[in-house]
């Protein structure tokens, strides 16, 4: 299970974190709160993440920069392909 890419959807207490793999098949699928995100991803390798830019994200792209990881921050009108009902 090679997570290559991830999506946080960043949320007040609960967040939800969707990673899928090289082929784009969906791999991890998790609700994580708030003081068990930098766990959680200190212990993956290094991968692209995702995340809707808000007041949150930037904070949470510098801590997650700083493990490693390679985080994109998209506006929120692009971000509706993403959403599937």
């Not at 299970?1 to 890419?5: D, G, L, P, V, W």
């Not at 969906?26 to 699928?29: G, N």
């Given at each position: 299970?090679?997570?290559?890419?991830m999506g946080?959807?960043?949320?007040?207490?609960?967040?939800?974190?969707?990673g899928v793999n090289a082929h784009g098949k969906?791999?991890?699928?998790k609700q994580l709160e708030r003081h068990q995100m930098l766990t959680f991803f200190g212990n993956l390798p290094p991968?692209?993440?995702?995340?809707?830019?808000?007041?949150?994200?930037?904070?949470?792209?510098r801590?997650?920069?700083a493990l490693g990881h390679t985080v994109k921050l998209m506006a929120s009108q692009f971000r509706r392909p993403y959403v599937r009902t």
């Open positions: 299970m090679k997570i290559t890419t946080i959807d960043l949320v007040k207490t609960v967040f939800a974190v969707h969906a791999v991890l699928k991968c692209l993440i995702g995340m809707e830019a808000c007041g949150s994200a930037h904070h949470w792209a801590q997650l920069t």
